[in-house]
């Protein structure tokens, strides 16, 4: 009876470990197939495999485009002549694009035909402006044939021998690091790569169109501020002024200038008669049946854009405005087409894991901390499809334009979100603007309640052309009040952190807080003047944890000095005993904030958050007498509750 | 009492079976020799070619071997099928033999063994993958791979052991 009962109790004890062992395995199996079935439904971000073929250089054209169609006729010598009622500015139309501002990554077609007039009138029905309209460009750039005249650029410098320097030089761009070294060891045969770059040299070509329409006119005083100010407050404050009623004269390039109008990418689309005319060409030496053919012109995107510089904007005293200003014209267009153009983004496969490596360099126009895609190959039925895996950011990118033969030109990455990343995958450059905006609620879990919690970052490196520069700061709203808690921080990447992210931030802020927190028994209300001495320093690191997504570990020194006086004041009382003191007083805290936040990857621009903050730390007042008391002796913790929604710009 | 006990059992039975079944569930049978091989490149020495070549399997080294069997075997009974770009293609490829895999089974299977010499002719063995599927329903892995494939040996090898007729012969 007795062994009975102790086997009895034996397997019972032993049956429900069992049981919970299997409870849970099948419950983590479960939860498992149902996070990748929920991935899978919520990142609904399966793209088709044509998208994503590996990637190939692409020749760019720039053209500007000026509205002219205001004309004077004039008589000399018995012939008509047509003119413009205002001259063009070379300033804003400028006649040779700053190809080196738009990176290495596109094959530049240095077009004769870079400037165009349109001379047809097209109305704005809001404002009356003139604008362009992509009819009227591509009746222009027929008129010119700027089309063979691109695509003619390839077959000139043929020379009788394939490949044809142009090729060679795409094959050297577009192929990786094994094709690269299999084809220097056998340069002189015709392989797939010879064929697949010479079909891409006159399949990937695109012409690009930036039309002012408006200009604004800077006053001095812009060129004394700062960038931002500039932009917020300067600028706005100044009408555009249409094109027609443009002075050249009025535009002071030692001080500022602000351009918008509209942007239009072209494809230059080969028929099956074309490409038949083009290897005509090179077997035949023959190109005239090549410029019999039609070539057509597709609008693939078309955006508008603003763009502004001033004095203050240039580093170099040397550079002038109209160049700046130019740059970041192209510059800024370029970068917008490839977040919208699949041709434009790199593409390539994983080469190595732990840490990310791939074969993209300066050579693709790779910058630090720029954002990469990873896709997963997905059969499903027939063909493929890829869905999104993670995302990673460039560390450190290769300059790889060199002779690379013999060595690995590969760039690190680090990897941010989602789960593990394996060779074989690949990744899409996917450009964003550097702002993340967060938004939840923050709880005090020892006093209680619940404060709207509205955090943003901002990269601002680009601007600054600081790598890893961060702005960060939080926006808390209660009923009464709004505080706002911009922090500067710095991204910290030395190389053996080669998945993580470490930012290290001072925060000097300025506080106006006015906030009430109602536990039914104690309110409490803190009131500060707006100049008060506050720091913070802090490390914040960030460590993709395998498919979950990510989690980020705090570590904060922190110390608030609420100065007395005009300075700063604080009001305690308590209702319910009516009890209720106001002096002057000031607050000194020093502590240690930990915490830890995890976050879950749901789409390239959104994912989930939540975590605890521990603020470990003392506070004194100083009472009538100017005397500090420890308000609350010895340490005292508060621990807050974060979770919202995170969004990526 | 002992009916307790033995229901104890029934359940522990039924748990494991269960358990059992759900971690064979996770490995997926994967069948032989269904590959895709494309012609890339004649290699950098003679008797080299380049092969794009795909290998299934649950894991990656399962895969990486598995496509190394299949870069030889496609070479000796299926032949490389001309690349899309079909214009130019160096290294189009007649099957070596015709013969199906039955003739001579024992060698063959030594030959794809886990101690078979297939793994001889393939250079750069270690190349990453360059591209990677993964299959919706049964999560079965494709990984493929460029491999150098050293045909001239692999052929005078077999020719040897007699297991393929001879060149002349086919051609």
Known sequence: MIVSQLLSNFFSRWLEALMLLIGVFTTTFCIGQEVNKANFILNNQLIEADNLNSYKRVGLTICTASLSNEFIQKTRGGEIEIESIYDIDPHLFFPNAPYQYISNKFDVNQSQTNHLQINNRVLNPSDGNRIFHSVHIIDALNASDVSHEVLGNLLEPFNGTLPPPEVAKRIYNDATFNQKNRYSKRYSGLDKLVVDSLNSCFNNNYILVIGVERVKYLPKAYAKRRRFINRVFNLASIGWIKMEEYDPQRVDWRVGVALSGQAFLYKIETSDATQNAIWEAYMDSDRSSFYDTDLGLTLVQQINFEVSASASDSNERSKRLDEIIQADLVSSVVRRMEGLESNFQVKRTVVESNPVKLEIGNKEGLKANERYLVYEGVSSGPGERYKIVGAVRALKPTANFGNDQGQEMTSKFMQYQGRDVKPGMVVRQFNELGFELELGPKMNLGIGGALPNVSFTYDISNAVNLPGLKLQGSLNSTTSSVKLDPFIGYLVKPDYLTDSDMVLFFAPRQEDINSTWNTGDVNITMSQGINFPLSKVGLVYDRPLSRLGGVRAKLGYTGYDFTAGEEGTIFLYESNTNWQRNYVSKLRTRGIEVGAEAFTFISPSVSLYGGLDKFIGRYWNLDENGIEVEKRPGNSATIFGTFGIRFAF | ?171
Not at chain 2, 131 to 157: C, G, M, P
Request: glycine share 6%; net charge neutral.
């Open chain 2, 1 to 171: 009492m002992r009916t307790t006990t033995s229901n104890h059992f029934i359940i522990i039975a039924i748990a494991a079976a269960m358990a059992s079944s759900v971690l064979q569930g996770c490995k997926v049978q994967i069948p032989l020799y269904e590959y895709d091989a494309e012609c890339i490149s004649l290699g950098s020495s003679s008797g080299l070619q380049v092969i794009s070549i795909s290998g299934m399997g649950n894991n990656e080294d399962e895969c990486r071997t598995n496509a190394q069997k299949n870069a030889v075997h496609a070479f000796i009974f299926k032949g490389i099928k001309v690349s899309q770009n079909g214009r130019f293609n160096p290294c189009a490829r007649e099957r070596m033999t015709r013969e199906p895999m039955s003739e001579h089974q024992s060698f063959w299977d030594e030959f794809f063994g886990p101690s078979g010499s297939y793994g001889d002719y393939i250079t750069q063995k270690m190349n990453p993958p360059y591209k990677r599927i993964r299959n919706a329903e049964d999560k079965s892995l494709t990984l493929f791979f460029e491999y150098h494939v050293d045909i001239r040996t692999l052929r005078q090898d077999l020719e040897r052991e007699g297991v393929i007729p001879s060149a002349n012969i086919l051609n």
